[in-house]
Structures are given as C-alpha cells and as structure tokens.
C-alpha cells in the first residue's frame, strides 16, 4: 500500500510518500480501507506518535488519526463492524495512523459513519469533535444557561466546541483574529473578542468555563475570568494547581480518547444539521508534508483532510 511514512523523529520535512507493508488486523481489530484521513499538525511532535502501546519504539511510523473509510477484513472476535460498513473513528495515538491506504484500528473504536457526510467530510470530525465533546460534557460539565470562553475558536476543537456549546444551550465567548469573526457567529459565537486587540480578561467576567487549545499566556490570563467554582478545561498544556486553588475553581488537562459511543451521538447531531465539520484543506495523501507544512504554519480554520481514494470527489 502508499503510505506517508517518517523514518526518524522530526517534522513534516521527514515524511516520505512510499510503499508500506498493508497491516493485518489482529484480535479486535478491523482493517479499513481508508478513504480520508484527517491529520493534526502538532502530531509529529508527540512522543506517542513513535512508540507502540507497551512502549517500544515506532519507526517506520505513520501519522493520522482520523480516519473515514470502508471495513475491508475482520480480525478475530470482532462482532461491532462487518466488511463493507462506511465507517469513521479516531485511531489510538500509540500505533500506526491513517495517513495510508489502509489501516488496522479497534473495533470497539469505529462507528457508522453519518450518512450525511462524504468521507472527506467525516474525515475532519473523530479528533475534533471527540476532544470538544469530552472537555465540555465529561470534564466541565457544562449545562444549559452557563457562559463559556473558547480560546482557539476557529480551529478544530474550537469550531466543534463552540456548536456543541451553543447546542447544549451554553453563551458562548470566543477568542480569534477578526477576520474569523463573522464565521464564529456562523457557528454560534455570540461575543467573539479580537485577541490582537482586546485582552479577554479585560471585558469578560464571572465565566462557568474556559475551554483553552492555546496554553502559555492565554491560560494565565484566563484564571481571572472564571468565576468561583469554574472550570478551567485545557487540551493544550496540564494547568498548575496553584493559579487554580488561589481562584478557586477546577484546572483539568486531558488527552481525547476513542469511543464509539460519543462518536455515534456526533453523528445525530451532524445528519441533523445541529453541528457541521469544517475544512481548512483538502490535500491528496501524496501531499501530506505539504498539509502538514500548512497547518503547522498557524491560522487554520478547522481541519486539514487528506484524500486518501481519489474516486470519491473532491469537496
């Protein structure tokens, strides 16, 4: 199979477009052939990207993981997929991604893919809208009628969080550059805040929530905002204990996982129209140092997409 593979530790100038052996689904695993694979830029950094789950190093290894696709073969005891099935899911980080042309994922892990959405589309959704729904639902527990601060909006968590605040019932604040505004409000922004311009801290107040992609000097600034009892909720950088105790509020940092179960109910709700992927880029998977090029370079609106089965037409 084609596959973009690096060979060594590094970043997108390492990747190499080639052949790769196809793997074989082990145990609980199912082979999909992948038709898109959504990447994140920051991915080549992460020390799970080159080591498998017990810990051993990971090389040749090949990045991606989010993958849309079609169930090609079945491993043993496997009952949640059958070959055939148009599927989507979020790849575990400590193995092998979908920046391929295939790839062996958890059963457990897949679930249907919205039948609303081509693959390319349902390519740019398992990461993203995983780590909004957790961080907003499981971790902050956000309610109806609460107000939330989005750092980082019109990336991809940031653009799936800010419809799932607003689709829980959530006033919901963002900071962005100006020119994403008017697409913030698209999604559901009711005060988006120019971070060029405005400090946050400045003009915000009393917030349930504070979701940051960002880290450094906006989560610093982001304590005075909370009121007592708030959340701060990151997928950037662990929050220090103490900024957090002095304000009395909660800081929690978290890794997204796969479920099949959150994945099954973000489906409803995009074949319902409530929430919608968005795409910065579409590249084919012979390009993939150039999209990780791009969205390494900062100012993505959402995510970047890899077109792995050139039959299926270009959004």
Same mark, same amino acid.
């Given at each position: 199979?084609?596959? /973009?593979?690096?060979?060594?530790?590094?970043?997108?100038?390492?990747?190499? &477009?080639?052949?790769?052996?196809?793997?074989?689904?082990?145990?609980?695993?199912?082979?999909?052939?992948?038709?898109?694979?959504?990447?994140?830029?920051?991915?080549?950094?992460?020390?799970?990207? &080159?080591?498998?789950?017990?810990?051993?190093?990971?090389?040749?290894?090949?990045?991606?993981?989010?993958?849309?696709?079609?169930?090609?073969?079945?491993?043993?005891?496997?009952?949640?997929?059958?070959?055939?099935?148009?599927? &989507?899911?979020?790849?575990?980080?400590?193995?092998?991604?979908?920046?391929?042309? &295939?790839?062996?994922?958890? /059963?457990?892990?897949?679930?249907?893919?919205?039948?609303?959405?081509?693959?390319?589309? /349902?390519?740019?959704?398992?990461?993203?809208?995983?780590?909004?729904?957790?961080?907003?639902?499981?971790?902050?527990?956000?309610?109806?009628?609460?107000?939330?601060?989005?750092?980082?909006? /019109?990336?991809?968590?940031?653009?799936?969080?800010?419809?799932?605040?607003?689709?829980?019932?959530?006033?919901?604040?963002?900071?962005?550059?100006?020119?994403?505004?008017?697409?913030?409000?698209?999604?559901?922004?009711?005060?988006?805040?120019?971070?060029?311009?405005?400090?946050?801290?400045?003009?915000?107040?009393?917030?349930?929530?504070?979701?940051?992609?960002?880290?450094?000097?906006?989560?610093?600034?982001?304590?005075?905002?909370?009121?007592?009892?708030?959340?701060?909720?990151?997928?950037?950088?662990?929050?220090?204990?103490?900024?957090?105790?002095?304000?009395?509020?909660?800081?929690?940092?978290?890794?997204?996982?796969?479920?099949?179960?959150?994945?099954?109910?973000?489906?409803?709700?995009?074949?319902?129209?409530?929430?919608?992927?968005?795409?910065?880029?579409?590249?084919?998977?012979?390009?993939?140092?150039?999209?990780?090029?791009?969205?390494?370079?900062?100012?993505?609106?959402?995510?970047?997409?890899?077109?792995?089965?050139?039959?299926?037409?270009?959004?």
């Amino acid at each position: 199979m084609k596959a /973009a593979r690096l060979h060594a530790r590094g970043g997108p100038e390492l990747l190499v &477009y080639e052949d790769a052996p196809r793997p074989d689904p082990a145990a609980g695993e199912a082979l999909i052939r992948v038709y898109a694979a959504g990447i994140t830029p920051t991915e080549l950094t992460w020390p799970e990207t &080159y080591r498998t789950p017990d810990g051993h190093e990971r090389l040749p290894t090949i990045p991606g993981h989010d993958v849309s696709g079609v169930v090609e073969a079945l491993g043993p005891g496997v009952s949640e997929v059958s070959p055939g099935d148009a599927v &989507y899911g979020l790849v575990a980080f400590p193995r092998d991604g979908s920046a391929a042309e &295939y790839v062996a994922v958890r /059963a457990a892990d897949l679930a249907p893919k919205p039948p609303t959405l081509d693959h390319v589309h /349902a390519a740019a959704v398992p990461l993203s809208a995983l780590a909004a729904w957790q961080a907003l639902f499981v971790h902050a527990g956000l309610a109806a009628g609460q107000r939330i601060l989005i750092h980082g909006a /019109a990336g991809g968590v940031g653009a799936f969080a800010a419809q799932l605040a607003r689709w829980r019932g959530a006033h919901v604040s963002a900071t962005a550059s100006v020119r994403h505004h008017d697409f913030l409000r698209e999604l559901g922004v009711e005060a988006a805040i120019d971070y060029r311009t405005t400090r946050f801290e400045e003009v915000l107040r009393d917030v349930d929530v504070v979701l940051d992609t960002i880290g450094g000097d906006t989560m610093e600034r982001s304590w005075r905002v909370l009121r007592r009892g708030g959340t701060l909720v990151s997928v950037a950088a662990p929050p220090p204990p103490e900024p957090a105790r002095d304000a009395g509020v909660r800081g929690i940092y978290f890794i997204v996982e796969p479920s099949r179960v959150q994945l099954v109910e973000i489906a409803r709700l995009l074949d319902a129209g409530e929430v919608r992927p968005v795409l910065d880029a579409v590249l084919p998977l012979a390009r993939a140092r150039e999209a990780f090029e791009r969205g390494l370079a900062g100012h993505v609106r959402g995510k970047i997409v890899l077109r792995v089965d050139e039959t299926e037409a270009i959004p």
